[in-house]
């Protein structure tokens, strides 16, 4: 195991072991819905935003433990974000991760309410007083998570996306669609691990560009999968942007060419990076993987 995967397999269990231990108990009359969410929530992934947290709160100097609250907050939102994503009045999949959806699972009330609760349980979770942190570092923390979650970012880009099905759009809207929807919750994880730490201007701007290309890179490889990947590795149906007629990169530059781009922006990501007296090998090594990765 390279240096890479072991951090990367650290901060996963750290974050794993968090997230076992932050849900309420079920142990209630309103058991099911606790239950569907600790179904999502806990249904593995691959931690790519609470792993951005805590790897750019210890590069610019803080405790990656102390910003587990926003990394934990974050992987729920993504979790909401899924749930909702696979519902039949969104994109209708009946897999998420290898097993069946949410709504599948528990049907679609308890699925829609489940969402609804790991959002609202998300700023439960990022508000809880943090000891090293001060109160006015938190409190942007959680402003943060709210622009990302909301109808500026992560609401705003599947906006764009339903209203966008069986319609031709043009580059610049599709890289302004993916900003918002995949790119705003990967870019408030970097901002959030350099708020936890204290982190300078100069650091947070090189954070955000980074973040940026970074969720870019990673949503143009997700329509190359959907495209081609294999679904059992990918534990999702493939073909979905096609069966909903959605423009993605692949239909804008072709296959090819949507892997050369994916290539290109993580290098744009990488060279965000320079100028600072980081060790970055981390960060470079993970936007590598993202490029090529199979799932």
Partial sequence: MTRFEE???????????YLETSLPSADCIQHSVLDAMQYSLLAGGKRL?????????????????????????????????????????????????GKPSCHIAYGEAIALLAGDGLLTYAFETASRPILELPPQRQLRAVQELSKA????GMIG?????????????????????????????????????????????????????????????????????????????????VGSDADNHKTTYVTLLGLEGAKQEALRITEAAKSALLGLDWDCGFLCSLADSLAVRQF
Avoid at 149 to 152: K, M, Q
């Fill in 49 to 97: 935003r609470a792993i951005l947290v805590l790897e750019f709160c210890r590069l610019c100097g803080g405790k990656p433990e102390a910003a587990l609250p926003f990394a934990a907050a974050l992987e729920m939102i993504h979790a909401y974000s899924l749930i909702h994503d696979d519902l039949p009045c969104m994109d209708d999949d009946d897999l998420r991760r």
């Fill in 149 to 152: 979650a909301g109808t500026y």
């Fill in 7 to 17: 951090t990367k397999a650290d901060y996963k269990r750290l974050v794993e072991g």
């Fill in 157 to 237: 880009g599947q906006v764009v996306d339903i209203e966008h099905e069986d319609t031709s759009i043009d580059r610049e809207t599709l890289a302004l669609l993916h900003k918002m929807k995949t790119g705003a919750l990967i870019r408030a994880a970097a901002r959030l691990g350099c708020i936890a730490a204290g982190a300078s201007p100069e650091q947070e701007e090189a954070a955000d560009r980074y973040a940026q290309n970074l969720g870019l890179a990673f949503q143009i490889t997700d329509d190359i999968l959907d495209a081609v990947g294999d679904e059992a590795l990918l534990g999702k149906p």
